[in-house]
């Protein structure tokens, strides 16, 4: 069956640095667009960075640019998130989210989400 397992979540404290990886299985990681999302308490679920199937595109929130770094291994099946300078505003669960879009259907999977806390 498919499934999107996050690691690399913790404390860290605030101007420091995490990286967040997503292992992928039960379908073909290298076609599908692979997605970070967080959300923080009280909030909605906000989209932060995207990666095209192939690696050549990605594209982050303003929230984030400039500090996180998105990637892929697709021979590894696994995506991953670099996340540096983080601040205590960064604090939320992080999702990985695959998702691919034909004629007839949408494809779109989740992970089960992570912790990341960023405090003093």
């Known amino acids: 069956q498919v499934q999107l397992v996050e690691s690399g979540g913790g404390l860290v404290q605030p101007g420091g640095s995490l990286r967040l990886s997503c292992a992928a299985s039960?379908?073909?990681?290298?076609?599908?667009?692979m997605s970070w999302y967080r959300q923080a308490p009280g909030k909605e679920r906000e989209l932060i960075a995207t990666?095209?199937?192939?690696?050549?595109?990605?594209n982050y929130a303003d929230s984030v640019k400039g500090r996180f770094t998105i990637s892929r291994d697709n021979a590894k099946n696994t995506v991953y998130l670099q996340m540096n300078s983080l601040k205590p505003e960064d604090t939320a669960v992080y999702f990985c989210?695959?998702?691919?879009?034909?004629?007839?259907?949408?494809?779109?999977?989740w992970g089960q989400g992570i912790q990341v806390t960023v405090s003093s």
């Open positions: 989210n695959a998702r691919r879009n034909t004629i007839a259907t949408m494809y779109d999977y």
């Open positions: 039960g379908f073909t990681f290298s076609i599908y667009a």
């Open positions: 990666i095209s199937s192939a690696g050549g595109s990605t």
